[in-house]
């Protein structure tokens, strides 16, 4: 079946470091991809997506690139913020509008000022 | 409109009861689901339903039931909780014709003595 794998944390940084949260799928067909971002206490949030192949998907600093040829969309910014702290979801869609939505383990990120 | 709201925030059992987790919507989403997340494990579907009257199971719905009688609520029962239930549960709705644009509520913590 379909299943999304992501770099286990946690993962600490310095402000204003280069940040990259890996991603790989198993999927068949054209899934959607999606990050998701958990901050502390609170529910899931979508992050950015991608809907097919060689779009890249972007929200606030942060960048990923459905790469179909090496099943990957990882997550990057150029600059983190002590405010990016949080844990970060990886996550497909089936081609099917039903289709259920599944989720990677997760990354914790902290920000260290 | 409120969104996704979940009641209670957080809830104590003790092994052997019961109770129910409360989900509403209120932007006449098709589609509802319930997770829950344990450390190091991501979100696993529990149960989830495409419209009123319609259920079906997910990745991990053993000890858990649910029911959709109107569009808006979608309860997940624990008939006897167990302490492998201990865990975060969220509710997530979503237009099946926005099948990309899934909205999480806050999240009940439950813990089973």
């Known amino acids: 079946g379909d299943s999304v794998t992501q770099m286990e944390g946690p993962v600490t940084l310095s402000e204003e470091a280069f940040l990259t949260i890996n991603c790989t799928y198993t999927a068949t067909g054209y899934p959607s991809l999606f990050w998701y971002v958990q901050y502390p206490g609170e529910g899931l949030q979508l992050l950015l997506k991608?809907?097919?192949?060689?779009d890249k998907g972007s929200n606030k600093g942060f960048e990923a690139t459905y790469r179909k040829e090496t099943t990957s969309f990882h997550l990057e910014k150029g600059s983190v913020q002590v405010s990016d702290s949080a844990v970060y979801f990886c996550?497909?869609?089936?081609?099917?509008?039903?289709?259920?939505?599944?989720f990677g383990s997760g990354t914790r990120l902290s920000i260290r000022p | 409109n409120a969104g996704v709201t979940q009641t209670p925030k957080f809830q104590v059992l003790k092994t052997g009861q019961s109770m129910t987790l409360q989900c509403a919507q209120d932007m006449n989403h098709e589609y509802m689901s319930w997770y829950r997340q344990d450390p190091g494990m991501g979100l696993r579907l529990i149960h989830y339903?495409?419209?009123?009257?319609?259920?079906d199971q997910g990745e991990v719905p053993n000890g858990y039931n649910v029911s959709r009688s109107t569009t808006e609520d979608f309860p997940l029962r624990l008939l006897s909780a167990a302490p492998s239930q201990t865990s975060v549960y969220f509710c997530?709705?979503?237009?099946?014709?926005?099948?990309?644009?899934?909205?999480f509520g806050p999240g009940t913590r439950l813990t089973v003595l």
């Open positions: 997530a709705s979503r237009q099946t014709s926005l099948p990309d644009t899934q909205y």
């Open positions: 339903s495409v419209g009123a009257g319609i259920t």
């Open positions: 996550a497909l869609r089936g081609d099917s509008s039903a289709s259920k939505i599944i």
């Open positions: 991608a809907t097919k192949a060689d």
